[in-house]
């Protein structure tokens, strides 16, 4: 996933004549900045334990959290739309979740690596600095597990979209500051426990898998860009 976001972002660089063959840097148009985010994150979680038993042990939750992070983004405008590519460097835990089975305890919790969104901003006419925001995104989910009871989950990715609304304010010297609201979904996502399933009913049905449906979110962000 790291290379796929590497190899997206010179490309938009190398699109946009940012970057070109001569490695000359053109900075007119450009914009860099860093954001600071408080957002809410659902999903929906169904476990099944009998594969070919539909509904037998099948066990379905709802779950949301709230965490707050920053990111760093670079944009170009083309008059009057502007193209972009923000990355969070950070990492997005969710709470850790206890299950006891008898003796064993199980805990897992997840983790949203490398959330990168390349976006277009189009400013709303007659409106000061009224803009509207809308992307694609890409995120790397990670299973942090201990299993007592065997197996592990291992890793993933999706992708989703995001759209929303924002307003510059001019602070001088090519500086704005940006106030903004945006809302996210993200593609449904399964994971397989690579141990067997001691409640199996027959020797195939030894697959535990787990479904994120209804993945979503929301953040409300502040961000301060430098234009040249």
Same mark, same amino acid.
């Given at each position: 996933?790291? %290379?796929?976001?590497?190899?997206? *972002?010179?490309?938009?660089?190398?699109?946009?004549?940012?970057?070109?063959?001569?490695?000359?840097? *053109?900075?007119?148009?450009?914009?860099? !900045?860093?954001?600071?985010?408080?957002?809410?994150?659902?999903?929906?979680?169904?476990?099944?334990?009998?594969? %070919?038993?539909?509904?037998?042990?099948?066990?379905?939750?709802?779950?949301?959290? &709230?965490?707050?992070?920053?990111?760093?983004?670079?944009?170009?405008?083309?008059?009057?739309?502007?193209? !972009? &590519?923000?990355?969070?460097?950070s990492t997005i835990e969710t709470p850790k979740n206890t299950n006891i089975q008898g003796t064993s305890t199980n805990t897992v919790k997840g983790e949203f690596e490398n959330l990168t /969104?390349?976006?277009?901003?189009?400013?709303?006419?007659?409106?000061? !600095?009224?803009?509207?925001?809308?992307? !694609?995104?890409?995120?790397?989910?990670? *299973?942090?597990?201990?299993?007592? /009871?065997?197996?592990?989950?291992?890793? /993933?990715?999706?992708?989703?979209?995001?759209?929303?609304?924002?307003?510059?304010?001019?602070?001088?010297?090519?500086?704005?500051?940006?106030?903004? &609201?945006?809302?996210?979904?993200?593609d449904s996502v399964s994971l397989t426990n690579s141990g067997v399933n001691a409640d199996a009913l027959t020797q195939d049905d030894t697959d535990t898998t787990i479904t994120l449906d209804?993945?979503?979110?929301? %953040?409300? /962000?502040? *961000?301060? &860009?430098?234009?040249?």
């Amino acid at each position: 996933m790291k %290379k796929i976001i590497t190899t997206i *972002s010179f490309s938009f660089l190398l699109a946009l004549g940012i970057v070109n063959s001569s490695n000359a840097i *053109s900075l007119e148009g450009l914009s860099i !900045g860093i954001s600071a985010s408080h957002g809410g994150f659902y999903a929906e979680g169904t476990e099944k334990e009998e594969i %070919k038993d539909t509904g037998v042990d099948d066990t379905t939750e709802a779950g949301a959290f &709230v965490a707050n992070f920053g990111s760093i983004f670079v944009e170009y405008n083309l008059g009057p739309i502007s193209f !972009g &590519v923000d990355y969070i460097p950070s990492t997005i835990e969710t709470p850790k979740n206890t299950n006891i089975q008898g003796t064993s305890t199980n805990t897992v919790k997840g983790e949203f690596e490398n959330l990168t /969104t390349l976006y277009a901003i189009v400013p709303v006419p007659f409106l000061g !600095g009224l803009y509207l925001k809308a992307g !694609g995104i890409y995120v790397d989910l990670n *299973s942090v597990e201990t299993l007592e /009871t065997g197996g592990s989950y291992g890793n /993933t990715d999706t992708s989703g979209y995001t759209a929303g609304l924002g307003y510059s304010f001019e602070a001088g010297s090519g500086v704005n500051i940006r106030a903004e &609201v945006m809302a996210a979904e993200y593609d449904s996502v399964s994971l397989t426990n690579s141990g067997v399933n001691a409640d199996a009913l027959t020797q195939d049905d030894t697959d535990t898998t787990i479904t994120l449906d209804e993945m979503m979110s929301a %953040k409300a /962000t502040i *961000s301060i &860009v430098k234009t040249f």
